[in-house]
C-alpha cells in the first residue's frame, strides 16, 4: 500500500493515527504567528473602506450602447481621462439590457461630475433597454459614511450578542471549558478574516461586514460537532486508566476529521458558484463582496476547528488536578506496560539463544556418532582385491577337491 492510500485509510477508519494534540504546540506557533500578522495589518494599514463607510460620489449609467454592451474597463478609461484619477471600484451590476454600470470614487465637486458625465455620454454613449440614450441616462448621487457606519454598528451590537448566547448555550450544554476554547477559535476567525482583507486590500462593504457575520455560524457548528464527541469519548474517564484525556480528546478529533473535510468541501461550494456565476455571469458586484468574505471565514474557521479548538480545550482541562493526576496515572500504567515487554522479550532472547546451543550441542554429537559409524562399517568390509586361489576355483566358487599329480 502506498503512502497515499496509507493517509487516507488512516482518515477513513478515524483510529487517532494523526496526533494533533500531541503536535499543539506547533500549531499554537503557527495560529499564532498567523494572528499577530492579522492584528499589525489591521493596526497600520487599516481597511480598503468603501465609499458606504467613508462617503464619496457614485455614478450609474447603462451598461448597453448602439454599439454593444459597455466593458468596465473602457468606462475606467474614460472616468480617469476626466478626472485625471481612477475611480475607486467600477462595477456591472444586472444581466441583460437591464445591466447597469456603477462608479464609485471619493468625493467630487458638482462641476467635476459635471464634467465626468459628458465625457462618459460622448465617448460612449450608453442607452436604456427602450433604446433611448441621452445624458439624463447618466445619474449621480452623493454617498454618505453615515449608512455604512450604522451598519456598522449593528452588525457590532449583533455579533455581541450572538457572542453571549452561544456562550450561555455552551457552557450549559457542554462545560465552561469547551466554551471558552469555542469562543478562542471564534475569536481567532474573525481576527483572521478581518487580517486578510487588510492584508490584501479586498474593498469593505456593508456586504463584506454581513458576509462576515455569516460564518459564525458555521464555525461553531464544526467545533461543536467535534466536543460533542470529545464529551462522548471521556464519559468516566477519570476512573479509568486506558487513555488520557488528551488521548481521547485527540481519538474523538480522528473521529470527525473526515466529517469537517467533507463539512468545508460541500459549504465551500455554493461560495465558489457565487463567485464563479454571480461574478463571471451576472456580474453582481455584491455577490463578490459576500463569497470572497465567505470563502476566507471559512478556510480560517475549518482549520481552527480541527487544530486549534480541541487542543486548546485539553490544555484548559488539564488546568484541573483530577485530570493530571488521571493522566500520571495513565503514565504509569503503559510504563509498567513497557517494562514487562521488555522484560519478556528480554527472557523470550535468552531462550532462544539457549535453545540455539542445545541444538548445536546436540547437532556436534549427532556428526559424532555418524562419523564412528562410517569409520567402523570401513574397518569391518572385507578387502575386493581378487587372490591367486580364487582363479582355480569352480564356477560354483567351490574347490575341486582333486589335487595334481
Not at 487588510?198 to 466536543?227: C, K, M, N, Q, R
Not at 562399517?377 to 566358487?397: C, H, L, M, Q
Request: glycine share 8%.
Amino acid at each position: 500500500m502506498s503512502n497515499k492510500e496509507s493517509v487516507f485509510t488512516r482518515l477513513y477508519v478515524g483510529n487517532g493515527a494523526f496526533d494533533i494534540v500531541g503536535t499543539r504546540k506547533r500549531w499554537y506557533i503557527i495560529f499564532g504567528g498567523l494572528v499577530l500578522i492579522c492584528l499589525l495589518s489591521i493596526t497600520f494599514r487599516w481597511f480598503n473602506l468603501g465609499i458606504d463607510f467613508e462617503g464619496g460620489t457614485k455614478i450609474s449609467m447603462p451598461a448597453a450602447s448602439a454599439t454593444g454592451p459597455i466593458s468596465t474597463d473602457r468606462v475606467e478609461e474614460v472616468f480617469k481621462e476626466a478626472a485625471g484619477k481612477e475611480p475607486a471600484s467600477v462595477q456591472k451590476v444586472g444581466t441583460g439590457n437591464d445591466a447597469t454600470i456603477q462608479i464609485k470614487s471619493e468625493a467630487l465637486p458638482i462641476s467635476e461630475v459635471t464634467e465626468i458625465k459628458a465625457a462618459l455620454f460622448e465617448q460612449l454613449k450608453p442607452q436604456n433597454a427602450s433604446g433611448e440614450s441621452s445624458a439624463s441616462q447618466i445619474s449621480d448621487s452623493a454617498v454618505s459614511g453615515t449608512w455604512g457606519g450604522e451598519i456598522s454598528r449593528q452588525a457590532l451590537i449583533a455579533l455581541i450578542v450572538f457572542l453571549v448566547l452561544v456562550t450561555i448555550f455552551l457552557v450549559l450544554y457542554f462545560e465552561k471549558w469547551m466554551a471558552i476554547a469555542a469562543m478562542l477559535s471564534l475569536l481567532h476567525d474573525i481576527v483572521v478574516t478581518a487580517g486578510i482583507y487588510s492584508i490584501v486590500g479586498f474593498e469593505v462593504t456593508p456586504a463584506t461586514v454581513i458576509g462576515l457575520l455569516t460564518i459564525l455560524g458555521f464555525s461553531l457548528y464544526d467545533t461543536v460537532v467535534v466536543f460533542d464527541k470529545v464529551k462522548e469519548n471521556t464519559r468516566g474517564l477519570l476512573g479509568l486508566t486506558r487513555r488520557s484525556y488528551a488521548e481521547a480528546a485527540n481519538l474523538a478529533l480522528n473521529q470527525t476529521l473526515l466529517r469537517s473535510i467533507n463539512t468545508a468541501l460541500i459549504a465551500l461550494l455554493p461560495v465558489l458558484g457565487l463567485l464563479v456565476v454571480g461574478v463571471g455571469i451576472l456580474g453582481v458586484g455584491t455577490l463578490q463582496d459576500l463569497a470572497l468574505v465567505q470563502a476566507t471565514g471559512m478556510l480560517a474557521a475549518v482549520l481552527s476547528s480541527i487544530f486549534l479548538a480541541t487542543p486548546l480545550l485539553v490544555d484548559l482541562k488539564m488546568t484541573e488536578p483530577k485530570y493530571r493526576q488521571q493522566a500520571e496515572r495513565v503514565a504509569q500504567r503503559k510504563a509498567n506496560q513497557a517494562r514487562k515487554a521488555e522484560l519478556g522479550d528480554s527472557l523470550n532472547a535468552a531462550e532462544k539463544a539457549e535453545s540455539e546451543l542445545d541444538l548445536d550441542d546436540d547437532d556436534a554429537v549427532q556428526a559424532e556418532v555418524r562419523r564412528e559409524k562410517a569409520m567402523a562399517i570401513a574397518a569391518g568390509v572385507p578387502s575386493r582385491t581378487p587372490k591367486a586361489s580364487d582363479a582355480k576355483r569352480k564356477p560354483g566358487g567351490r574347490p575341486s577337491g582333486k589335487r595334481k599329480r
